[in-house]
C-alpha cells in the first residue's frame, strides 16, 4: 500500500525502484566474485527492494507504463554512470538515444491519468 500513501505516490515509488536498478545493474557488473560478501549483499538488498518497489507501483500504475519507466531509468542511470565514472564511449549517437529513452519515459508520465 506504499505507493497509494499520499506521501508517496505511485510514481515516487517507481522512480526510489529504479534508481535501486542501477544500484544492482552496476552491481552485478562491478562486484566481482572475490568481493566482500557485504559488496554481494548490498547488491541482492537493492534487487529485491527495487522489484518489491515495482510490485507496489504497478498496483496503482499500469503495467507497460511501470515497466517502461522503470528499466527506461535504469538504462538512463547506467549509461550515464557509465560515461561519467567508467569511460565508458560518449558518442553523439549515444547521448541522442539516451536522451529518446528520457523523452519516452517522460512521455508515459504525462500520459498517465495516475
Known amino acids: 500500500m506504499l505507493a497509494q500513501s499520499p506521501l508517496y ?11 535501486l536498478e542501477i544500484v544492482w545493474a552496476l552491481g552485478f557488473k562491478y562486484v566481482g566474485d572475490n568481493a566482500p560478501l557485504w559488496q554481494h549483499a548490498v547488491v541482492l538488498a537493492a534487487l529485491i527492494t527495487s522489484l518489491a518497489l515495482l510490485t507496489e507501483a504497478l498496483k496503482v500504475l499500469p503495467a507497460g507504463t511501470a515497466y517502461a519507466v522503470w528499466t527506461g531509468i535504469g538504462a538512463v542511470g547506467v549509461a550515464l554512470i557509465g560515461i561519467a565514472f567508467f569511460r ?19 512521455g508515459l508520465k504525462l500520459s498517465s491519468s495516475t
Open 88 to 106: 565508458e564511449p560518449a558518442t553523439v549517437a549515444r547521448i541522442v538515444c539516451i536522451g529518446l529513452i528520457v523523452a519516452g519515459i517522460l
Open 9 to 19: 505516490g505511485p510514481w515516487a515509488v517507481l522512480l526510489i525502484a529504479g534508481v
